[in-house]
């Protein structure tokens, strides 16, 4: 078993994003900027910006994080939107997920210039993904893809199951894995909750993509011998022995599954950060398209 160390390669791909910032600044050019926008108080949603712009500054990059109240109205949150197009010293940004109920998410997503939107969540760019047209690729699929080549993980005619189909992880993941070039090429079968054969389908699977949000969702029993599994789950589990009060916990039972694998994602240190370098990486595209 292999164990795709999503860590040690987004370090790996951070220091070429870094020697690349060093280049545009020799020839005359301000870094790379990303805006991370965070509306509310939500703890994960502050954990994961935070780990956004460490992840700038690490690299080089600027990095602005806007916060708002959570009662923010929706129509303020769109000219803030409108402020972030029109500024040119920013060349991308992001508006962290969640949002408040109060707000309607698509409005939000819709009024993003898809040019600056480095999450890859605007209409435009998904079609262009589904097109296979330039695009921004949706950071946590773009982060698997990446993994899968930096590891050569064979995919060329391989049978992919997709567990869950949301739009930012499960539907892009089915899109890319399917597309003709490298990795890609599966037969890809996206699974829901509607699924009633999920257990069936999974042991057919030669590639599980489990992106549910089920903490240790996939067992053994559900995975056949030399299978792929990426984790994606990312679920907070009370854990009075850690100093946060809690670990994260993947959708694989890793335990009972690795022994069954060709090659791992685990969680932490798998998806999570590939899912911050893609962000980086289509915020350097950003910076590049605007030179
Ligand atoms: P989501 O929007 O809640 O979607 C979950 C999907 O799983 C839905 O399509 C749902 O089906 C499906 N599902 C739920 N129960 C199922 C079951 N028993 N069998 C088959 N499918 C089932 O979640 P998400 O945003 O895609 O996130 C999924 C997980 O990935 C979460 O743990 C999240 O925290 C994590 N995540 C991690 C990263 C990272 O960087 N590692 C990034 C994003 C998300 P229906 O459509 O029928 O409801």
């Known amino acids: 078993m292999i164990l795709l160390d999503g860590l040690a390669t987004s370090q790996q791909i951070k220091q070429e994003i870094a020697v690349e910032v060093q280049h545009l600044k020799a020839q005359g050019h301000r870094p790379p900027h990303l805006a991370a926008v965070l509306v509310g108080e939500n703890g994960a949603s502050l954990t994961y910006v935070n780990a956004k712009v460490k992840a700038c500054e690490e690299v080089g990059f600027q990095s602005t994080l806007v916060r708002r109240d959570g009662d923010i109205s929706e129509s303020d949150l769109l000219?803030?939107?409108?402020?972030?197009?029109?500024?040119?010293?920013?060349?991308?940004?992001?508006?962290?997920?969640?949002?408040?109920?109060?707000?309607?998410?698509?409005?939000?997503?819709?009024?993003?210039?898809?040019?600056?939107?480095?999450?890859?969540?605007?209409?435009?760019?998904?079609?262009?993904?589904?097109?296979?047209?330039?695009?921004?690729?949706?950071?946590?699929?773009?982060?698997?893809?990446?993994?899968?080549?930096?590891?050569?993980?064979?995919?060329?005619?391989?049978?992919?199951?997709?567990?869950?189909?949301?739009?930012?992880?499960?539907?892009?993941?089915?899109?890319?894995?399917?597309?003709?070039s490298y990795p890609g090429n599966c037969t890809v079968t996206i699974t829901h909750s509607k699924t009633t054969n999920l257990n069936e389908l999974c042991r057919q699977a030669d590639i599980i993509v489990a992106a549910l949000g089920k903490p240790e969702f996939l067992k053994a029993d559900m995975v056949k011998e030399g299978a792929v599994v990426i984790d994606v789950g990312i679920t907070r589990m009370a854990d009075p022995s850690k100093k946060s009060g809690f670990r994260l916990a993947g959708d694989v039972d890793f335990a009972g599954v690795s022994g069954k694998c060709s090659f791992i994602t685990p969680v932490p240190g798998g998806v999570g950060p590939m899912t911050i370098v893609s962000l980086l990486m289509n915020t350097l595209e950003a910076r590049k398209r605007q030179i």
Not at 127 to 135: Q, V
Not at 148 to 157: A, E, F, H, I, M
């Open 79 to 180: 000219e803030l939107v409108k402020e972030l197009n029109s500024n040119p010293d920013i060349d991308g940004y992001i508006i962290q997920l969640p949002l408040p109920t109060h707000i309607n998410e698509h409005n939000v997503l819709l009024a993003i210039d898809p040019i600056k939107d480095v999450d890859g969540f605007h209409p435009e760019n998904v079609g262009r993904m589904a097109l296979g047209l330039p695009c921004y690729l949706p950071a946590t699929p773009a982060g698997i893809i990446e993994l899968l080549k930096r590891y050569n993980v064979p995919t060329v005619g391989k049978h992919c199951v997709v567990i869950g189909r949301s739009h930012i992880v499960g539907l892009p993941m089915s899109i890319l894995l399917q597309r003709n």
